[in-house]
């Protein structure tokens, strides 16, 4: 089988925000961006790899979730229990440099995990958890 990962889903409930951290702070590109309001469908990816993204949705608006299990996803977004994501770089120490500066929201310092990664980890403006290894 030949198959890739094209479009990774992570929700946002201030669109202008996470539009702001994932473009400015991050540095991705803006693929797309539709709807208005908080209803906005944002898809932004690093620059360079061109077939991998992150489609920042607003959250629960399938017609097919219940009123329960739409507290239960509010509820879980507020916790910063919803959504995740692992990212990758080489340059750990800068990269969390630059989110710190940011005012991002700090989860773990830059720690040698037992595992055997170095990672760090923070928190986008969704309360989404957003985890960074270091390449080696």
Same mark, same amino acid.
């Given at each position: 089988?030949?198959?890739?990962?094209?479009?990774?889903?992570?929700?946002?409930?201030?669109?202008?925000?996470?539009?702001?951290?994932?473009?400015?702070?991050?540095?991705?590109?803006?693929?797309?961006?539709?709807?208005?309001?908080?209803? =906005?469908? %944002?898809?932004?990816?690093? *620059?360079?790899?061109?077939?991998?993204? #992150? &489609? +920042? $949705?607003? !959250?629960?608006? /399938?017609?097919?979730?219940?009123?329960?299990?739409? =507290?239960? %996803?509010?509820?879980?977004? *507020?916790?910063?229990?919803?959504?995740? #994501? &692992? +990212? $990758?770089? !080489?340059?750990? /120490?800068?990269?969390?440099?630059?989110?710190?500066?940011?005012?991002?929201?700090?989860?773990?310092?830059?720690?040698?995990?037992?595992?055997?990664?170095?990672?760090?980890?923070?928190? /986008?403006?969704?309360?989404?958890?957003?985890?960074?290894?270091?390449?080696?």
């Amino acid at each position: 089988m030949d198959i890739t990962i094209d479009t990774v889903f992570l929700p946002h409930d201030d669109p202008e925000a996470s539009l702001a951290f994932y473009r400015d702070v991050l540095e991705f590109e803006v693929r797309n961006d539709v709807g208005q309001g908080r209803m =906005r469908w %944002i898809t932004v990816g690093p *620059a360079g790899q061109p077939g991998t993204s #992150i &489609l +920042l $949705a607003p !959250p629960a608006v /399938d017609p097919g979730i219940t009123d329960d299990e739409r =507290r239960t %996803i509010v509820e879980m977004m *507020a916790k910063g229990t919803y959504g995740w #994501i &692992l +990212l $990758a770089t !080489p340059d750990l /120490d800068g990269t969390f440099e630059k989110l710190q500066a940011s005012d991002a929201e700090v989860v773990q310092e830059p720690i040698e995990q037992p595992y055997g990664v170095r990672d760090c980890a923070f928190r /986008d403006p969704a309360g989404n958890l957003i985890r960074i290894k270091e390449l080696r």
